[in-house]
Nanobody
Framework: QVQLVESGGGLVQPGGSLRLSCAAS????????MGWYRQALGKQRELVAT???????NYADSVKDRFTISRDNVKNTVYLQMNSLKPEDTAVYYC????????WGQGTQVTVSS
């Protein structure tokens, strides 16, 4: 089993920034694809960004040029730097690790509001 623990969510004004972190309990994270998904109230969960073990990244069109995903394989941690946040970015953000099965964190709330 792999456990994922997210941190870094909170309330921020439009135009602000937040950085999310996700620490994995297993070194499998170093060779797995990891990513971030989000789910807004009343909507389906959607992909935000992923990063492979080799560092290749993929982003949803809605966050390109504003969000950056990165990973630290020594710390088994993946990050999501979110800049120029908009109210429509408000959602619960979930960390994901894909290695055979899909593993999920418990989620962290991000609220963008003035």
């Amino acid at each position: 089993q792999v456990q994922l623990v997210e941190s870094g969510g909170g309330l921020v004004q439009p135009g602000g920034s937040l950085r999310l972190s996700c620490a994995a309990s297993s070194s499998i994270a170093r060779i797995a694809t990891m990513g971030w998904y989000r789910q807004a109230l009343g909507k389906q969960r959607e992909l935000v960004a992923t990063v492979t073990s080799g560092g290749s990244t993929n982003y949803a069109d809605s966050v390109k040029d504003r969000f950056t995903i990165s990973r630290d394989n020594v710390k088994n941690t993946v990050y999501l730097q979110m800049n120029s946040l908009k109210p429509e970015d408000t959602a619960v953000y979930y960390c994901n690790l894909l290695w055979g099965s899909a593993y999920w964190g418990q989620g962290t709330q991000v609220t963008v509001s003035s």
